[in-house]
């Protein structure tokens, strides 16, 4: 009988000994991922709101859609214009050779041209056509009012996470895929321009990752073109180097225990539009939150400032970011919806999973609808959205760097935190 007790006896503590290691041992795992300006998706985003700043810094009432598809050595350009400003067609060779070349496509790399593309291979087709007079009569008012460009919706984000009120994990792969990159556009004896990072953020528990709680940096993943001469062994220790000095935050990031994969197939040198075709508007979850938050669907490159899929996110991003930083919730998402023609916005919804501390929902969107107008106007004013230049910001350092999350930024700036904290 005393046998019978003590196996039970064990038993429990067994099963209870397996649950507290089970719960040591959770995960809750949130992962994004980031390409540098070299791939070729963001080539042609960057190439596209080159097109975008010259027009508008000629003629700030340019109204642009000019898509642009790059494969192998082509470069396509397509799309809708009206403008004063004109660019012949050596214009938009020279812009396109001059933004690849910008972005590390200069042909002055290690690579040859069988392995990499080069600016004097490159051949350009325009194919642009005039906007529709259906679509300009309602953007371009008589009251001096600017209609919105097309009907649709956007989604602005933020959270207490990091200092830049963006997720984790996008944070990080960003500046990893920076200092990588960098790294390549002073060693072209070394590495490529095109490069893709990825980090995996451990919340440890659902409720964590609820409440903006990252434990820990679980996974990396760098993928980073090297040439022929350099082995494989040589990559992985420049890249491991490099990561260890990316300014990971300590409390996260542990080398030893970090899963860490570089360059996994063991060969990356074959690399850019030569060996992957390049399109405006396939890098939206790279371009904003990393997945994290909903995203309304409509690119942001390529388009002037009076198409509400550029300009409702830079809106959406600043209401969300307000909210944050002056306490208001740890996190939350901002929806605007737009109807073509119409300048006032057909909603306006904040939602923040939760995490208010004095206003619920409700009331937040009710202060924004009734303080903002929203408007592409307001919203062109508001962030100088017509004005580009290199002392403010220009849209093809935008398409580079991603649509959101830099301090720099106009639409990032934290001006008006004082009234969302009277509310």
Partial sequence: MENKEWKTTQAKACGKQRMENKMEKTQYLFTSEVVSPGHPDKCADIIADSIVDRLIIEDSNSRVASEVFVAGKHVVIGGEVKSNAFLSQEDYENLVKDALAKIGYDGKSAFTKEQALHPDEVKVQVLLNQQSPDISQGVDQTTGEIGAGDQGIMFGFASNEADEYMPAAIVYARRLSDTVYDYALKNKDKFGVDIKTQVTVDYGTKENFENCLPQKI?????????????????????????????????????????????????????????????????????????????????AQSSKDYTKVDRSGLYAARWIAKHIVASGLAKKAIVQISYAIGVAKPTSVAVDTMGTYTKHNDDVLSAFVMENFALTPKWITDKFALDKPSKETFLYADVAARGQVGQADYPWEKLDELEKFKNI
């Avoid at 409390?251 to 390049?278: A, E, F, M, Q």
């Fill in 218 to 298: 679980h996974t990396i993943v760098v993928s980073a073109p090297s040439t022929e001469s350099l082995k494989i062994e040589e990559v992985r220790a420049i890249i491991q180097e490099l990561i260890d000095n990316a300014g990971l935050p300590s409390k996260l990031y542990d080398k030893n225990s970090t899963i860490i994969h570089i360059n996994p197939t063991g060969r990356y040198v074959n690399h850019s539009s030569l060996h992957d075709s390049g399109l405006t508007g396939r890098k939206l979850i790279v371009d904003s939150f990393g997945g994290y938050a909903p995203i309304g669907g409509g």
